[in-house]
Protein backbone atom coordinates (compact mmCIF):
# COMPACT_ATOMS: atom_id res chain seq x y z
CA UNK A 1 0.00 0.00 0.00
CA UNK A 2 1.38 3.39 -0.97
CA UNK A 3 1.32 6.52 1.30
CA UNK A 4 0.67 9.29 -1.72
CA UNK A 5 -1.63 11.31 0.88
CA UNK A 6 -1.62 10.67 3.98
CA UNK A 7 -1.81 12.49 7.54
CA UNK A 8 0.50 15.77 8.66
CA UNK A 9 1.93 17.57 11.41
CA UNK A 10 -0.67 20.75 11.03
CA UNK A 11 -0.51 24.02 12.43
CA UNK A 12 -3.53 26.29 13.41
CA UNK A 13 -3.26 29.64 15.10
CA UNK A 14 -5.29 29.33 18.69
CA UNK A 15 -8.39 30.61 17.66
CA UNK A 16 -9.16 31.64 21.27
CA UNK A 17 -6.63 34.37 20.96
CA UNK A 18 -6.95 34.62 16.91
CA UNK A 19 -9.50 36.07 14.95
CA UNK A 20 -10.26 33.23 12.30
CA UNK A 21 -11.80 35.49 9.72
CA UNK A 22 -8.90 38.16 10.16
CA UNK A 23 -6.42 35.21 10.01
CA UNK A 24 -7.86 33.42 6.82
CA UNK A 25 -7.34 35.25 2.99
CA UNK A 26 -8.15 34.22 -0.29
CA UNK A 27 -5.41 32.07 -2.63
CA UNK A 28 -2.23 34.51 -3.89
CA UNK A 29 -3.10 33.83 -7.45
CA UNK A 30 -6.60 35.53 -7.55
CA UNK A 31 -7.74 39.11 -7.94
CA UNK A 32 -4.35 40.06 -9.55
CA UNK A 33 -5.85 42.35 -11.84
CA UNK A 34 -7.53 43.82 -8.68
CA UNK A 35 -5.65 45.87 -6.78
CA UNK A 36 -8.76 47.38 -4.94
CA UNK A 37 -9.41 43.41 -3.48
CA UNK A 38 -5.61 43.01 -1.50
CA UNK A 39 -6.40 46.78 -0.38
CA UNK A 40 -9.27 45.99 0.94
CA UNK A 41 -8.09 42.36 2.56
CA UNK A 42 -5.22 44.14 4.24
CA UNK A 43 -7.66 46.72 5.89
CA UNK A 44 -10.08 43.96 7.24
CA UNK A 45 -6.58 42.23 8.62
CA UNK A 46 -5.25 44.85 9.59
CA UNK A 47 -2.30 44.38 11.85
CA UNK A 48 -3.82 40.87 12.97
CA UNK A 49 -2.22 37.64 13.00
CA UNK A 50 -3.31 36.60 9.39
CA UNK A 51 -1.93 34.87 6.78
CA UNK A 52 -2.26 37.97 4.15
CA UNK A 53 1.06 38.50 5.75
CA UNK A 54 2.89 35.29 5.22
CA UNK A 55 2.01 34.86 1.73
CA UNK A 56 3.00 37.17 -1.55
CA UNK A 57 -0.03 37.89 -3.49
CA UNK A 58 1.10 37.88 -7.21
CA UNK A 59 -0.35 41.24 -7.64
CA UNK A 60 3.19 42.08 -6.89
CA UNK A 61 5.09 40.01 -7.84
CA UNK A 62 6.43 42.46 -10.28
CA UNK A 63 6.95 45.29 -7.62
CA UNK A 64 10.20 46.99 -7.19
CA UNK A 65 9.73 46.06 -3.85
CA UNK A 66 9.36 42.39 -4.05
CA UNK A 67 12.42 41.28 -2.46
CA UNK A 68 11.70 43.49 0.89
CA UNK A 69 8.30 42.19 0.56
CA UNK A 70 9.57 38.44 0.66
CA UNK A 71 12.26 39.17 3.43
CA UNK A 72 9.33 40.82 5.68
CA UNK A 73 6.97 37.38 4.76
CA UNK A 74 9.88 34.83 6.16
CA UNK A 75 10.79 37.19 9.25
CA UNK A 76 6.93 36.81 10.14
CA UNK A 77 6.67 33.33 9.62
CA UNK A 78 9.73 33.33 12.50
CA UNK A 79 7.90 35.85 14.71
CA UNK A 80 4.49 33.85 14.54
CA UNK A 81 6.73 30.72 15.39
CA UNK A 82 8.26 32.71 18.17
CA UNK A 83 5.39 33.98 19.59
CA UNK A 84 3.31 31.12 19.83
CA UNK A 85 0.67 31.29 18.16
CA UNK A 86 0.14 28.22 16.77
CA UNK A 87 -0.91 24.76 18.30
CA UNK A 88 0.32 21.26 16.59
CA UNK A 89 -1.92 18.65 15.44
CA UNK A 90 1.11 15.72 15.03
CA UNK A 91 -0.31 13.55 12.27
CA UNK A 92 -3.50 15.10 11.64
CA UNK A 93 -6.13 14.94 8.83
CA UNK A 94 -8.88 17.41 8.78
CA UNK A 95 -12.27 17.22 7.23
CA UNK A 96 -13.49 20.63 5.98
CA UNK A 97 -17.03 21.78 4.83
CA UNK A 98 -16.57 25.41 2.92
CA UNK A 99 -19.52 26.97 1.64
CA UNK A 100 -18.90 28.65 -1.17
CA UNK A 101 -20.56 32.07 -2.40
CA UNK A 102 -23.77 30.29 -3.98
CA UNK A 103 -24.50 28.32 -0.97
CA UNK A 104 -22.95 25.10 -2.12
CA UNK A 105 -21.18 22.83 0.28
CA UNK A 106 -17.83 21.50 -1.27
CA UNK A 107 -16.07 18.87 0.88
CA UNK A 108 -12.13 18.07 1.37
CA UNK A 109 -9.95 16.62 3.33
CA UNK A 110 -6.40 18.25 4.47
CA UNK A 111 -3.35 16.15 4.40
CA UNK A 112 0.11 16.01 2.56
CA UNK A 113 0.98 14.45 -0.85
CA UNK A 114 4.22 13.19 -1.42
CA UNK A 115 6.36 15.20 -4.21
CA UNK A 116 8.38 11.90 -4.83
CA UNK A 117 4.36 11.05 -6.51
CA UNK A 118 4.21 14.01 -8.89
CA UNK A 119 5.80 14.90 -12.12
CA UNK A 120 4.48 18.29 -13.67
CA UNK A 121 6.98 17.68 -17.03
CA UNK A 122 5.40 17.36 -20.19
CA UNK A 123 4.25 13.67 -20.98
CA UNK A 124 4.48 12.83 -17.05
CA UNK A 125 2.96 9.72 -15.93
CA UNK A 126 3.30 9.73 -12.28
CA UNK A 127 0.08 8.88 -10.21
CA UNK A 128 0.19 13.14 -9.05
CA UNK A 129 -0.46 14.94 -12.11
CA UNK A 130 -0.96 17.97 -13.53
CA UNK A 131 -4.53 18.93 -15.56
CA UNK A 132 -3.06 22.05 -17.57
CA UNK A 133 0.27 22.76 -18.89
CA UNK A 134 2.75 24.47 -16.09
CA UNK A 135 4.40 27.55 -17.22
CA UNK A 136 7.85 27.35 -15.93
CA UNK A 137 8.52 30.67 -16.47
CA UNK A 138 5.97 31.17 -13.37
CA UNK A 139 8.00 29.06 -11.13
CA UNK A 140 10.96 30.76 -10.24
CA UNK A 141 9.17 33.65 -8.34
CA UNK A 142 7.14 31.25 -6.69
CA UNK A 143 10.22 29.49 -5.14
CA UNK A 144 12.13 32.74 -4.05
CA UNK A 145 9.26 32.97 -1.20
CA UNK A 146 9.68 29.17 -0.48
CA UNK A 147 13.38 28.53 -0.87
CA UNK A 148 14.15 29.96 3.20
CA UNK A 149 10.38 29.94 4.49
CA UNK A 150 9.40 28.08 7.56
CA UNK A 151 5.82 27.51 6.57
CA UNK A 152 4.24 26.77 3.63
CA UNK A 153 0.42 27.89 3.24
CA UNK A 154 -1.77 25.76 0.96
CA UNK A 155 -3.90 26.92 -1.26
CA UNK A 156 -3.74 23.66 -3.49
CA UNK A 157 -6.92 21.80 -4.09
CA UNK A 158 -6.12 17.97 -5.66
CA UNK A 159 -8.90 15.74 -7.23
CA UNK A 160 -9.87 12.46 -6.93
CA UNK A 161 -12.14 10.47 -9.19
CA UNK A 162 -14.73 8.97 -6.29
CA UNK A 163 -17.96 9.21 -8.31
CA UNK A 164 -19.56 7.36 -5.65
CA UNK A 165 -18.38 9.63 -3.04
CA UNK A 166 -16.99 6.79 -1.23
CA UNK A 167 -13.93 8.59 0.38
CA UNK A 168 -14.63 11.74 1.92
CA UNK A 169 -18.34 10.50 2.04
CA UNK A 170 -16.97 8.49 5.51
CA UNK A 171 -15.91 12.06 6.77
CA UNK A 172 -19.00 13.53 6.06
CA UNK A 173 -20.57 10.54 7.93
CA UNK A 174 -18.40 10.85 10.87
CA UNK A 175 -18.54 14.34 11.57
CA UNK A 176 -20.71 14.42 14.55
CA UNK A 177 -18.15 12.59 16.26
CA UNK A 178 -15.29 15.15 15.02
CA UNK A 179 -13.50 17.22 17.21
CA UNK A 180 -14.78 20.89 16.01
CA UNK A 181 -11.32 23.34 14.96
CA UNK A 182 -12.74 26.31 13.50
CA UNK A 183 -15.94 27.82 12.26
CA UNK A 184 -16.14 31.17 10.38
CA UNK A 185 -17.49 33.17 8.06
CA UNK A 186 -14.51 34.27 5.06
CA UNK A 187 -13.81 37.80 3.94
CA UNK A 188 -14.78 39.56 0.99
CA UNK A 189 -17.54 37.22 0.05
CA UNK A 190 -15.80 33.86 0.43
CA UNK A 191 -19.08 31.76 2.07
CA UNK A 192 -17.88 30.30 5.33
CA UNK A 193 -15.67 27.47 5.98
CA UNK A 194 -15.57 24.98 9.26
CA UNK A 195 -13.02 22.34 9.91
CA UNK A 196 -13.04 19.34 11.83
CA UNK A 197 -10.24 16.66 13.42
CA UNK A 198 -10.64 13.45 12.30
CA UNK A 199 -9.20 10.78 15.23
CA UNK A 200 -7.34 7.66 13.67
CA UNK A 201 -10.96 5.34 13.81
CA UNK A 202 -11.89 8.31 10.82
CA UNK A 203 -8.35 8.49 9.03
CA UNK A 204 -8.17 4.79 8.80
CA UNK A 205 -11.81 4.55 7.59
CA UNK A 206 -11.13 7.52 5.06
CA UNK A 207 -7.67 5.73 3.62
CA UNK A 208 -8.97 2.50 3.53
CA UNK A 209 -11.57 3.79 0.38
CA UNK A 210 -9.19 6.33 -1.10
CA UNK A 211 -6.49 3.14 -1.67
CA UNK A 212 -9.48 1.94 -3.09
CA UNK A 213 -10.08 4.43 -5.28
CA UNK A 214 -6.30 4.16 -6.12
CA UNK A 215 -6.07 1.38 -7.45
CA UNK A 216 -9.52 1.66 -9.94
CA UNK A 217 -7.88 4.85 -11.12
CA UNK A 218 -4.67 3.42 -12.52
CA UNK A 219 -1.49 5.15 -12.87
CA UNK A 220 -3.36 8.92 -12.34
CA UNK A 221 -4.67 8.95 -8.98
CA UNK A 222 -4.83 12.79 -8.44
CA UNK A 223 -5.66 15.37 -10.84
CA UNK A 224 -4.39 18.81 -9.90
CA UNK A 225 -7.82 20.91 -9.38
CA UNK A 226 -6.31 24.82 -8.90
CA UNK A 227 -3.09 25.64 -7.50
CA UNK A 228 -1.10 23.66 -9.83
CA UNK A 229 2.01 25.84 -9.93
CA UNK A 230 2.37 25.87 -6.44
CA UNK A 231 2.20 22.27 -6.01
CA UNK A 232 5.75 22.93 -9.10
CA UNK A 233 7.10 25.02 -7.32
CA UNK A 234 7.19 22.83 -3.98
CA UNK A 235 8.76 20.33 -5.98
CA UNK A 236 10.82 22.30 -7.62
CA UNK A 237 12.41 23.13 -4.23
CA UNK A 238 12.42 19.32 -3.39
CA UNK A 239 14.28 18.45 -6.49
CA UNK A 240 17.04 21.63 -5.67
CA UNK A 241 17.39 20.65 -1.80
CA UNK A 242 17.99 16.74 -2.87
CA UNK A 243 20.60 18.37 -5.67
CA UNK A 244 21.96 20.17 -2.64
CA UNK A 245 22.41 16.81 -0.02
CA UNK A 246 23.97 14.38 -2.55
CA UNK A 247 24.10 11.04 -0.27
CA UNK A 248 22.05 11.94 2.51
CA UNK A 249 19.15 10.52 3.33
CA UNK A 250 16.21 13.27 2.80
CA UNK A 251 13.24 10.08 2.86
CA UNK A 252 12.01 11.91 6.02
CA UNK A 253 12.59 15.56 5.25
CA UNK A 254 9.40 17.90 5.44
CA UNK A 255 10.34 19.70 2.07
CA UNK A 256 9.28 16.04 0.55
CA UNK A 257 5.66 16.99 1.45
CA UNK A 258 2.98 19.10 0.29
CA UNK A 259 -0.04 20.11 2.09
CA UNK A 260 -3.31 19.76 0.50
CA UNK A 261 -6.81 19.44 0.29
CA UNK A 262 -8.55 16.54 -1.22
CA UNK A 263 -11.34 17.35 -2.91
CA UNK A 264 -14.11 14.88 -5.10
CA UNK A 265 -13.77 15.73 -8.69
CA UNK A 266 -17.71 15.13 -8.50
CA UNK A 267 -18.98 17.37 -6.12
CA UNK A 268 -21.73 19.26 -6.91
CA UNK A 269 -20.05 22.35 -5.91
CA UNK A 270 -17.42 21.52 -8.31
CA UNK A 271 -18.74 23.34 -11.86
CA UNK A 272 -16.43 23.12 -14.78
CA UNK A 273 -17.30 26.35 -16.88
CA UNK A 274 -15.16 26.75 -20.42
CA UNK A 275 -12.24 29.79 -20.63
CA UNK A 276 -13.56 30.80 -24.67
CA UNK A 277 -10.24 32.62 -27.17
CA UNK A 278 -10.01 35.89 -28.72
CA UNK A 279 -7.46 36.22 -31.38
CA UNK A 280 -7.01 40.16 -32.28
CA UNK A 281 -4.35 42.02 -34.34
CA UNK A 282 -4.79 38.98 -37.13
CA UNK A 283 -6.00 38.67 -40.36
CA UNK A 284 -9.94 36.92 -39.32
CA UNK A 285 -10.27 35.73 -43.19
CA UNK A 286 -6.72 33.75 -43.47
CA UNK A 287 -6.48 32.48 -40.24
CA UNK A 288 -9.78 30.65 -40.82
CA UNK A 289 -8.71 29.34 -44.03
CA UNK A 290 -5.86 27.67 -42.24
CA UNK A 291 -8.29 26.24 -39.33
CA UNK A 292 -11.15 24.68 -41.76
CA UNK A 293 -8.38 22.82 -43.30
CA UNK A 294 -6.20 21.79 -40.46
CA UNK A 295 -8.68 21.16 -38.00
CA UNK A 296 -11.07 19.82 -40.75
CA UNK A 297 -13.87 22.36 -40.15
CA UNK A 298 -17.58 21.69 -41.49
CA UNK A 299 -21.27 22.05 -40.13
CA UNK A 300 -21.56 18.45 -40.09
CA UNK A 301 -21.58 17.53 -36.53
CA UNK A 302 -19.16 15.55 -34.53
CA UNK A 303 -18.42 15.56 -31.06
CA UNK A 304 -15.93 18.83 -30.99
CA UNK A 305 -17.79 21.92 -31.66
CA UNK A 306 -16.65 25.21 -31.50
CA UNK A 307 -18.57 28.35 -32.46
CA UNK A 308 -16.80 31.51 -34.32
CA UNK A 309 -17.36 34.84 -33.86
CA UNK A 310 -16.88 37.17 -36.31
CA UNK A 311 -18.26 40.06 -38.07
CA UNK A 312 -21.21 40.23 -35.68
CA UNK A 313 -21.72 36.89 -35.97
CA UNK A 314 -21.69 33.66 -34.43
CA UNK A 315 -21.63 30.37 -36.68
CA UNK A 316 -21.55 26.58 -35.13
CA UNK A 317 -18.49 24.46 -36.62
CA UNK A 318 -17.34 20.66 -35.78
CA UNK A 319 -14.00 19.43 -35.87
CA UNK A 320 -13.59 16.45 -37.98
CA UNK A 321 -9.55 16.31 -37.51
CA UNK A 322 -9.33 16.59 -33.60
CA UNK A 323 -5.35 16.21 -32.38
CA UNK A 324 -6.65 16.25 -28.55
CA UNK A 325 -9.35 14.13 -26.39
CA UNK A 326 -11.27 17.49 -26.68
CA UNK A 327 -11.84 20.44 -28.55
CA UNK A 328 -10.26 23.19 -26.68
CA UNK A 329 -7.00 21.28 -27.03
CA UNK A 330 -7.16 20.53 -31.00
CA UNK A 331 -8.59 24.53 -31.59
CA UNK A 332 -5.55 25.41 -28.95
CA UNK A 333 -2.87 23.52 -30.84
CA UNK A 334 -3.81 25.10 -34.22
CA UNK A 335 -4.30 28.30 -32.86
CA UNK A 336 -0.38 28.07 -31.41
CA UNK A 337 0.78 26.83 -35.02
CA UNK A 338 -0.70 29.46 -36.76
CA UNK A 339 0.26 32.47 -34.36
CA UNK A 340 3.69 30.64 -34.16
CA UNK A 341 3.82 31.60 -38.44
CA UNK A 342 1.56 34.67 -38.24
CA UNK A 343 0.63 37.96 -36.49
CA UNK A 344 -1.95 37.95 -34.22
CA UNK A 345 -2.21 38.15 -30.32
CA UNK A 346 -4.94 35.37 -28.32
CA UNK A 347 -6.65 36.30 -25.07
CA UNK A 348 -8.43 34.14 -22.79
CA UNK A 349 -12.21 34.58 -21.51
CA UNK A 350 -14.37 34.06 -19.33
CA UNK A 351 -17.45 35.47 -20.44
CA UNK A 352 -19.29 34.90 -24.38
CA UNK A 353 -20.55 38.54 -24.23
CA UNK A 354 -16.94 40.06 -23.96
CA UNK A 355 -15.57 37.67 -27.07
CA UNK A 356 -18.73 38.86 -29.19
CA UNK A 357 -17.78 42.42 -28.14
CA UNK A 358 -14.29 42.03 -28.87
CA UNK A 359 -14.89 39.65 -32.23
CA UNK A 360 -16.71 42.59 -34.41
CA UNK A 361 -13.27 44.42 -34.79
CA UNK A 362 -12.13 43.95 -37.92
CA UNK A 363 -9.31 42.10 -36.91
CA UNK A 364 -10.50 40.08 -34.35
CA UNK A 365 -11.89 36.31 -34.35
CA UNK A 366 -13.64 34.25 -31.39
CA UNK A 367 -14.08 31.38 -30.78
CA UNK A 368 -17.07 30.01 -28.30
CA UNK A 369 -16.04 26.30 -26.28
CA UNK A 370 -18.04 23.96 -24.69
CA UNK A 371 -18.10 23.71 -21.11
CA UNK A 372 -16.12 20.94 -20.16
CA UNK A 373 -17.42 17.53 -18.78
CA UNK A 374 -15.83 16.93 -15.69
CA UNK A 375 -16.53 13.51 -16.34
CA UNK A 376 -13.94 13.94 -19.04
CA UNK A 377 -11.16 15.68 -16.68
CA UNK A 378 -9.12 12.32 -16.18
CA UNK A 379 -9.96 10.08 -19.33
CA UNK A 380 -8.30 13.06 -21.42
CA UNK A 381 -5.29 13.59 -18.78
CA UNK A 382 -4.70 10.15 -19.24
CA UNK A 383 -5.05 10.16 -22.99
CA UNK A 384 -3.31 13.40 -24.07
CA UNK A 385 -1.86 14.36 -20.87
CA UNK A 386 -1.50 17.92 -19.06
CA UNK A 387 -4.97 19.62 -20.98
CA UNK A 388 -3.82 23.21 -22.94
CA UNK A 389 -3.32 26.17 -20.43
CA UNK A 390 -7.17 27.84 -19.76
CA UNK A 391 -8.68 24.66 -21.03
CA UNK A 392 -11.43 25.31 -17.63
CA UNK A 393 -12.07 27.78 -14.84
CA UNK A 394 -13.11 25.13 -11.77
CA UNK A 395 -16.13 27.73 -10.12
CA UNK A 396 -15.40 31.49 -9.11
CA UNK A 397 -12.69 33.77 -7.48
CA UNK A 398 -14.33 33.78 -4.57
CA UNK A 399 -14.55 30.03 -3.83
CA UNK A 400 -10.85 29.30 -4.56
CA UNK A 401 -9.57 28.28 -1.62
CA UNK A 402 -8.47 30.60 1.87
CA UNK A 403 -5.41 30.24 3.64
CA UNK A 404 -6.42 28.65 6.77
CA UNK A 405 -3.69 25.56 8.02
CA UNK A 406 0.11 25.72 8.00
CA UNK A 407 2.72 22.97 7.99
CA UNK A 408 6.22 23.30 8.98
CA UNK A 409 9.15 22.33 5.89
CA UNK A 410 12.49 23.16 7.30
Not at 329 to 336: E, I, M, T, V
Amino acid sequence: MNNIFSAADILLPDFDKTSAKQWSVIACDQFTGDPAYWEKTAQEAGNAPSTLHLILPELYLEEPDVKERISAIQSTMQQYLDDGIFREYKNAMIYVERIQSDGILRAGVIGKIDLEAYDYSHGSTSPVRATEATVPERIPPRMRVRAKAKLELPHIMILIDDPDDAAIGTCTAAKSQMQPLYDTELMNGGGSIQGYLMNDAQQAAFLEQLHKIEEKSGELQYAMGDGNHSLATAKACWEVLKEQHPGEDLSNHPARWALVELVNLHSDALQFEAIHRIVTKTDPGQMMMTLIRVLGLSEEPSDQPVTVVRDGEKRELFIHKPTSNLAVGSLQNALDAYLAANKGKIDYIHGTETVERLAAMPDAIGFLLPDMDKRDLFPSVKKDGALPRKTFSMGHAEDKRYYMEARAIQ
